[in-house]
């Protein structure tokens, strides 16, 4: 699968002038409230119309405005999970879930019965939307996307409107759909933790042009993008093991850089785990520290150091086939005389990693 | 009471009740395009739809009733061209009657449908234009149950006011006993007679019964409705 998109749209404010590509799995588009993303995600679904643009899906033409092709929204098959749920009230969960049936090709597509276990909405069927919490009412949402067969599933910021403890309750279900229906997603968020949960590439939007795009795991350890995330959120993203559950209630994973302990992640022994850490909880060290509280110490090798305009500089490190990204300060990077190439201890206190940065991998 | 009214009379109210289901009915889908395509699209001539909508609320009643005789008459061009190919006489039959109750009804009705039209989503209609759903079909599923609420109160409007249509009707059909004559017309011609309020007070009755009747039926359905679409 590949989706590939060039758009030109101009607004009142700014110039939208995009160009990238989504190969399967899970793109982010990622970018600031009015950087464009949900611009893109409106010409893809097919409900706005560009000045310019050119849209392809596996070779079918859904828009080309140079030779005046336009397909419209019901003839795209695109699953779109908008940020507001928009059920239709007057409808069942149940009605609201097969809507998109009538329209599907018929005999392929996933099976209610699967998606509904899924999603964890079989309770509701019989409900009315206006009866539901918010959180349900986006998995509803999500499950009628996903029941209308779609070729991709286009989900505008489907967790913004919700709180943390909703969002937290969605994430695992998105993770299943990547990982258990191998259905393409273009993922519209301006939620780091989001991505590092979710996405397998990612193109960053700012300002209406695409300033980056690649694998999730090398963009989010990119040091000279993490501004671009916020200092205080820019993290990377590392595959781990679970290797064991510990007496004492912490679990112990294997990651390239050697073992990491962290509070119990509710995993068993062999489940691949997805880590988001952030750069600010990582100290770097150049010799290993001995009489210390924190019980993760990863050798690793200093790959990249950008400075930043303040006091701060972020440091690129290679654990293992894996990047970590550390936040430390200008004075240090001096100090310890940090440069490509230097041997260092990356630490990571256990506690610093909360449930909401472990996901599930592949 | 009601044994007390004529074989005459009863024609009157049956006419009447005849002639606002007719004109309600038939006028209801124009109804609805016209709510929905003055609520929902930008074309030149919107204005000029909605003044003639409307005009038939503003004007005269017996001018809208010269205008039907003029155009729907047997003289008329609308009115001869459904005579010679059609056989269609609308001028002093119950038909014209009918036709005069929906156009004076005809802006009520469009403008409580106008009103839930404006208030329906069209966000609703972009996600189910996404989930495969054609244009026709998205009106049929989502915005036309949705405005279910504004076409029940439109068209129980438009019949009470069909109900109660005098001027038109009596300038274009004439208040012919039997055939043309409704209720007001009944009413009136009584009223005309020396010593026939007594029983042009039987019919004002009659006429009062069935208002409060269509109003306690309105808010009930219009209830329903609500509640079914609300998703309560």
Do not use: C
Not at chain 1, 36 to 60: F, Q, Y
Not at chain 1, 214 to 220: D, H, R
């Amino acid at each position: 699968m590949t989706l590939s998109v060039a758009l030109h749209h101009r607004f009142a404010e700014f110039t939208l002038d995009a160009e990238f590509e989504a190969p399967g799995g899970v793109t982010a588009l990622f970018g600031r409230s009015g950087s464009g993303k949900s611009t893109v995600a409106n010409a893809v679904a097919g409900l706005l119309r560009p000045d310019r643009g050119r849209i392809t899906l596996d070779g079918t033409v859904l828009l080309d405005t140079d030779a005046g092709r336009m397909l419209p929204p019901h003839r795209r098959r695109m699953g779109y999970v908008f940020q507001d749920g928009r059920l239709f009230p007057h409808l069942t969960v149940r009605q609201n879930l097969l809507y998109g049936r009538w329209f599907a090709p018929k005999g392929q597509g996933a099976e209610m019965g699967r998606i509904v276990d899924l999603l964890g909405i079989a309770p509701l069927l019989d409900r009315n939307p206006g009866s539901l919490s918010g959180g349900e009412k986006q998995r509803v949402a999500i499950g009628r996307a996903i029941l209308s067969n779609p070729r991709l599933l286009l989900m505008d910021e489907p967790l913004a409107a919700l709180d943390e403890a909703r969002k937290a309750e969605i994430l695992p279900y998105l993770e299943r759909l990547r990982d258990e229906l191998r259905l393409p997603i273009l993922y519209i968020s301006h939620s780091v933790a989001e991505v590092a949960r979710l996405a397998t590439t990612v193109v960053l939007l700012e300002a209406g042009r695409v300033v980056a795009s690649g694998s999730a795991a090398e963009l989010l350890a990119d040091p000279a993008i993490a501004p671009t995330m916020g200092l205080r959120e820019a993290g990377s993203m590392i595959i781990a093991r679970v290797a064991a559950q510990e007496e004492d209630g912490l679990t112990r994973l294997e990651t390239g850089g050697g073992p990491v302990f962290l509070p119990d992640v509710g995993a068993s022994p062999g489940a691949m785990l997805r880590l988001r850490i952030l750069a600010q909880d990582v100290m770097l060290a150049t010799e290993r520290p001995l009489g210390i509280s924190a019980l993760n110490v990863l050798s690793a090798t200093v790959e990249d150091i950008r400075l930043g305009d303040g006091p701060g500089a972020m440091v690129r490190l290679r654990l293992g086939d894996e990047h970590l990204l550390a936040r430390v300060t200008r004075r240090s990077v001096r100090s310890l005389d940090l440069r490509p190439g230097a041997k260092v201890f990356a630490v990571l206190k256990t506690v610093s990693v909360g449930r909401e940065n472990v996901g599930t991998a592949s | 009471m009601f044994e007390a009214l004529s074989a005459e009379e009863w024609r009157a109210v049956t006419l009447s009740l005849r002639v606002s289901a007719v004109a309600t009915a038939l006028s209801l889908p124009l109804g609805i395009f016209v709510a929905y395509a003055l609520a929902r699209w930008q074309f030149r001539g919107r204005q000029l739809l909605n003044g003639l909508v409307h005009l038939p609320l503003i004007l005269p009643p017996v001018v809208t009733g010269y205008l039907l005789l003029i155009t729907f008459g047997r003289k008329g061009y609308v009115g001869q061209f459904l005579d010679q190919w059609f056989g269609i006489v609308l001028a002093f039959r119950w038909t014209g009657a009918a036709l005069a109750a929906a156009v004076m009804a005809f802006p009520l009705m469009v403008r409580a449908i106008r009103l839930t039209v404006e208030a329906v989503d069209p966000k609703l209609e972009e996600a189910a234009s996404t989930l495969g759903a054609p244009r026709l079909w998205v009106f049929a599923t989502v915005t036309l149950p949705l405005v279910l609420p504004g076409i029940v109160a439109g068209a129980i409007l438009a019949f009470a006011k069909a109900m109660g249509e005098f001027g038109a009707t009596i300038t274009f059909v004439s208040n012919i006993p039997g055939q043309t004559q409704t209720l007001p017309s009944a009413i009136y011609a009584h009223l005309q007679v020396p010593g026939g309020d007594d029983q042009a007070f039987r019919l004002v009755l009659v006429a009062i019964v069935i208002a409060m009747a269509a109003l306690l039926l309105s808010e009930w359905v219009s209830r329903a409705v609500a509640r079914r679409i609300s998703g309560q």
